[in-house]
């Protein structure tokens, strides 16, 4: 049901942020756009026509109560990228409070941190070592 | 969009000051350095609200960057209007939202020193998010 017609970056696999695939030196372009992308964001597929996206998947340190989702609010808020904490089919903006403790996510709950943006790489690389930790 | 000085502040205008405190115990775990002020309890100290208290609370709370003011019933709206025809103040934003949801809102978008229109936004927000 998710179109899989992008080659290697179709469908919901993600791509790793360790530069490899997709990512952008940290700081390089983060001047260059920053608000065009805020709505449309499509949690199916990867195209990154319009930007860089990356995506790593972590086993969650601790549960996602009030305290870890607010660090997780002040640590997205430093990069212009948007970054989104999936869990399963739900889907969360990391810049949202109430959305992020909504995902209601236990501690050993694999969960998929994924940024589309200038800096995603850098910003899904602080958010994932953020989430694993231990709470 | 960090604001280059102090954090905008919440004010939590409540008619029981243990229902204000309880939210301003919770939104504590968010950590940040926001300041949170309470206004609650009538002038003879029962449930109900107060001008005085919600004046003192605006001058706790607003550190210079603004503050959001958040009342959990209707008539503590009325409380807040009252205090601000006598006695307008630009940096404060009475907001229409949830009063648990909206505080925690606020509170976190403006530990990453948001601006107060950014932070007016998140706390509005608050009454579109579901809790599952």
Do not use: W
């Not at chain 1, 640590?75 to 869990?87: G, L, M, S």
């Not at chain 1, 992020?100 to 994932?128: E, F, I, K």
Request: aromatic fraction near 2%.
């Amino acid at each position: 049901m998710f179109g899989s017609s992008d080659g290697p970056r179709a469908g919901r696999r993600a791509e790793r942020c360790d530069g490899a695939h997709g990512g952008v030196p940290d700081s390089a372009h983060e001047a260059a756009r920053n608000s065009e992308h805020e709505t449309a964001y499509d949690t199916a597929g990867d195209d990154v026509a319009d930007g860089a996206a990356c995506a790593e998947d972590v086993l969650l340190g601790a549960d996602l109560h009030l305290r870890p989702a607010g660090a997780v609010v002040r640590a997205a808020a430093v990069y212009a990228a948007e970054v989104r904490i999936e869990v399963g089919e739900r889907t969360a903006s990391a810049s949202s409070v109430l959305a992020v403790t909504g995902l209601a996510a236990r501690a050993g709950t694999r969960v998929t941190v994924r940024g589309r943006g200038p800096d995603a790489a850098a910003a899904v690389r602080a958010l994932a070592a953020l989430l694993r930790a231990p709470g | 969009m960090p604001n280059v000085g102090n954090l905008v502040g919440l004010v939590l205008v409540s008619h029981s000051v243990a229902l204000a405190e309880g939210v301003r115990e919770l939104v504590a775990q968010l950590g940040g350095e926001v300041p949170v002020a309470v206004a609650a309890g009538a002038p003879d100290g029962g449930l109900g609200t107060s001008v005085e208290r919600v004046a003192a609370a605006l001058a706790e709370a607003d550190r210079g960057a603004g503050v959001v003011v958040l009342p959990d019933l209707g008539s503590a709206v009325l409380t807040v209007r009252a205090l601000l025809d006598d006695e307008p103040r630009p940096g404060a934003r009475l907001v229409d939202a949830p009063f648990v949801e909206g505080a925690v809102a606020a509170v976190a978008v403006a530990s990453t020193g948001a601006v107060l229109a950014e932070v007016v936004a998140a706390a509005e927000e608050a009454r579109r998010v579901r809790k599952f």
